[in-house]
């Protein structure tokens, strides 16, 4: 019995060894597929094909090349495709970390969709950053610290366009904000469209040499768009933006109601918080009831 189960086991094994292989090969192609990497991949596979080539002519100078510099040739694709290995090393961490169960329940991301659709109608730039496994000290480091708690409201005044720290990016650690008017590597991707200014190039770069997601509200349209991974989806709907930030956070958002009248004026009050009403205040201090609004 155990002899006519030995040769199952055998192709169970090796059916088992070809498909892990394929799936690690297509989970790679998947994750570079539209980034810079590929066209270097393919690259670096046309070289490879020329070596084997030379190997079979027997072209004795080329092969003792590459004979010598093969050794060096892990190291240099470490150094080429560090920031493919940093995205592939954290999403499996995510899904680690998913199947042990979420840690950022807690985390307040509702007031990012409800302040991104703020700045939506008032066309007011933004560039929100979330940092997730890899950490952003660098750049948090380059702009100005806060640590203080997440909120729509703050939101709202650091990207006031009259406020100091608007033209930079905010970065979030889980449900606080780190720090605000951050400097980001710019993406030097060639493929990228010409309409796309430094806000989205920076918000496209910090996820290409990091794990983060970037929510970039563009100050010409008003078009809400965020990039992962080095992709970025624009013209995005509030609702739209809370269904990606749930997918890629991996918890669910519950919907809160947005606010559909846009004030006519560009005053400050059109950076009300939709949270809450708040109540005119009379001179002694109290709020006057003949002026509150209702909620």
Request: charged fraction near 20%.
């Amino acid at each position: 019995m155990t002899q006519l189960m030995a040769p199952w086991l055998r192709v169970s094994f090796t059916v088992l060894d070809i498909l892990l292989v394929a799936l690690i090969i297509y989970e790679v192609l998947l994750m570079i597929r539209g980034t810079r990497a590929a066209p270097m991949l393919a690259g670096l596979a046309a070289v490879a094909v020329a070596f084997y080539l030379a190997r079979i002519g027997e072209l004795v100078t080329l092969n003792w090349l590459v004979s010598h510099l093969l050794p060096y040739v892990v190291f240099a694709l470490i150094v080429v495709f560090q920031s493919e290995i940093r995205h592939v090393l954290s999403d499996v961490g995510r899904r680690v970390s998913f199947l042990r169960g979420s840690t950022v329940e807690g985390d307040s991301y509702d007031d990012i969709v409800l302040a991104a659709n703020l700045f939506s109608q008032h066309q007011t730039g933004a560039l929100i950053v979330i940092e997730r496994e890899i950490g952003l000290r660098t750049y948090i480091e380059s702009g100005v610290a806060m640590d203080a708690r997440l909120s729509y409201d703050l939101l709202a005044t650091i990207f006031r366009p009259s406020a100091p720290l608007h033209d930079g990016a905010v970065i979030i650690q889980k449900d606080r904000l780190a720090a605000a008017a951050c400097f980001l590597p710019l993406s030097m991707n060639p493929v990228l469209s010409t309409q796309l200014g430094t806000r989205h190039r920076a918000g496209i770069g910090i996820t290409e040499e990091t794990d983060a997601i970037a929510v970039i509200v563009s100050e010409e349209s008003g078009a809400i768009s965020i990039a992962v991974g080095g992709k970025i989806e624009r013209d995005l709907t509030a609702e739209q933006l809370r269904e990606r930030l749930s997918t890629e956070l991996r918890r669910y958002m519950a919907p809160v109601a947005l606010p559909s009248a846009v004030p006519s004026d560009e005053s400050d009050a059109g950076l009300e918080s939709p949270l809450r009403a708040r109540s005119p205040i009379t001179a002694d201090g109290d709020a006057d009831p003949e002026k509150e609004r209702p909620l």
